[in-house]
């Protein structure tokens, strides 16, 4: 559990190679270390994030975790609980995949839709019976603004963002009377590996700003934030602009 001062001491990380999820994961931390659990594909890119926080000073404990499988996604939150309480989870994985071919192709629409919904409320609802029992701790869900009005562009993967979004955002109103926090987080285009090669959206950051506006939000105890915080307002303007409008601009 967390500390008498309130410094998180275990955090759990779905996702477990996310640029943006590990960034987070850091600043959390604050310079303490902390006991993290990096759940993710086994492989090389998720032996070098657990060898990065060790060197750090991190104590690490690793979980393979496939989010298609969700089968197996009871048995892993399971073992991330199994030696303590955890203090946070960071719900940090998802694909962005061709969107052209996502809205053309039956087996690339799926997956789109099995990794960034069904495997979000796989685990959101195994997180929660979890941290209920507890009776304290928190989730970081990493939504994105794309599921604010889905655009031509990436009209699926915002589909599916929209839908992970909804899902934790009721989920904290659930998980409220149960001494349970989430918090929403909506980026827009950040640089990381997932998106490598795209050219840049107006506002893109890197991933240790959005961390360091996460984690801003997580102590201040709020339930949403936009990263960057600019971006509150382009989706107010965005949502309430009349359909022929929005159609017209290039997005």
Known sequence: MMDAVGNVQRVLLLGGTS???LAVLRELAGGRPVRA????????????AASDLRAAG???????????????????IEQAFA?????VAVVAFGVL????????EHRAAVRLAQVNVTAAVSVGVELAR????????SVIALSSVAGQR?????????????????FFTGLREALRPAG???????????RTRMTEGLPAAPLAVDADAVARTVARAWRAGREVVYAPAALRLVMVVLRLLPAPLFRRLPV
């Open 130 to 137: 979890h941290l209920s029992a507890q009776g304290r701790g």
């Open 180 to 190: 349970v926090s989430v918090l929403v987080v909506r980026p827009g285009f950040v």
């Open 83 to 87: 030696h303590g309480d955890v203090d």
């Open 150 to 166: 889905p655009r031509r562009s990436n009209f699926v993967y915002g589909a599916t963002k929209s839908g992970m979004d909804d």
């Open 37 to 48: 659990v990096l759940a993710g594909r086994p492989g090389d890119r998720l032996d070098a």
């Open 97 to 104: 995949g061709d969107q052209e071919q996502a809205w053309q």
């Open 58 to 76: 991190h104590d690490v404990t690793v979980l393979p975790f496939d989010a298609e499988d969700v089968a197996s996604h009871p048995r892993v």
């Open 19 to 21: 640029d943006i999820g």
